[in-house]
């Protein structure tokens, strides 16, 4: 339901924002305060939910999100934009470390921790292809009115709040930790973030794809428009978006079982390159959602695989923070991105923006390299 509600306005999101007087640059500054101030909250989150239930926080987060997007549907200034924006960064920050920590350990209580990947990938489709109905519904309500797809969004996001709340008691949380201060939790996330290598290399390739992914999703939809796309077809373009991603995640989580870690992650990097570079040979819509499908392939086959991986290092009782510490300080990575993406797409074009994305993330390999031939290295 939470991937639901982003799903209704991912057609026409930027859309929004141009229409209401912003440039790329005014959509990177509204962007790019949701990824500060997400990055600022998320590791004191974290704690929050080991400390005090994850399934809670969790539900927390889906109802703080949803009064994001409620909001946006008033908002006609930049200043509305920010507030709107930061109300979904608070409920973004409850949810990342939160709800991933309950999926691990709960999936541990039942003997099934081996199967995460594949659990994890076939999430993935799932939530995607549920999220194909939303995206295509949120391009046609939107030939009515660019606010409606956000409404639709919110009252999404308060059901996944009330879901939330009701089937996640009892599962997934580990009590011992409750005893403990919350002082004491944040520091040992530190602890074990930044003395564990793997983690810390792990966390650095994070660096590398959270600053070149902006560079598509924030672009994709006002280019496509340019290139001469009606509404109608970028919520089309969404829903077709949604299942190739879904698809990706599908075969991440298959591949890094059969595969490892190392070569899943490497196969999905190459992947994102090469799909880069042919968006900037596009000259018409058509060519460019081909061009484009590579791409979502290559970060659903990316998630997974790094969400499982991470989490063979991480401890049940700090689970939450230390998912949410990575994400503190990977966020301010992607806000970078989202400033170059505004500075080289209003200098050129969004072509610009993937040719350097695409010669960019290529450094993530190195990384990789580092870890050995071991499937569960």
Do not use: H
């Amino acid at each position: 339901m939470i991937a639901a509600s982003t799903s209704f306005i991912a057609s026409v999101y930027v859309v929004f924002l141009l229409e209401r007087g912003l440039d790329y640059k005014g959509v990177a500054l509204v962007d790019g305060l949701y990824m500060i101030s997400s990055a600022i909250l998320d590791y004191p989150t974290g704690g929050l939910a080991d400390k005090y239930g994850r399934g809670r926080v969790t539900a927390l987060a889906c109802l703080f999100f949803g009064i994001g997007l409620a909001v946006y549907s008033f908002s006609r200034t930049l200043y509305q934009f920010l507030l709107a924006e930061f109300l979904a960064a608070i409920g973004s920050a409850l949810y990342s470390g939160a709800f991933l920590a309950w999926l691990v350990d709960s999936l541990r209580e039942e003997g099934e921790s081996e199967k995460l990947s594949i659990i994890l990938g076939n999430a993935g489709i799932l939530s995607r292809f549920i999220s194909i109905m939303g995206a295509f519904t949120g391009g046609l309500i939107a030939e009515y009115s660019l606010e409606l797809p956000f409404a639709a969004g919110a009252i999404s996001s308060f059901t996944a709040s009330i879901l939330a709340l009701t089937l996640t008691r009892g599962r997934g949380e580990v009590v011992e930790v409750r005893g403990r201060s919350y002082g004491e939790l944040l520091m040992r996330g530190v602890n074990i973030l930044f003395k564990c290598k793997s983690l810390i290399l792990l966390t650095v390739s994070s660096f590398i794809v959270s600053l070149c992914r902006p560079s598509f999703t924030l672009t994709w939809a006002p280019y496509m428009r340019g290139l001469g796309a009606g509404k109608w077809l970028l919520g089309l373009t969404s829903s077709i978006f949604m299942a190739t991603i879904g698809l990706g995640s599908y075969l991440g989580g298959r591949m890094t079982k059969l595969f490892g870690f190392k070569k899943s992650a490497i196969a999905s990097i190459l992947l994102t390159s090469l799909s880069y570079m042919s968006m900037t040979f596009a000259n018409n819509p058509y060519i460019f959602i081909l061009a484009s499908i590579p791409f979502e392939i290559g970060f659903g086959m990316l998630t997974p695989t790094l969400d499982t991986w991470i989490n063979n290092y991480i401890p049940s009782g700090e689970r939450a923070t230390v998912i949410s510490l990575r994400r503190t300080l990977i966020l301010p990575f992607n806000a970078l991105g989202m400033a170059l993406m505004g500075i080289l797409s209003d200098l050129e074009s969004p072509r610009l923006a993937y040719i350097f994305s695409s010669i960019t993330i290529l450094a993530a390999i190195p990384v990789y390299m580092k870890f050995s031939e071991k499937r569960d290295s």
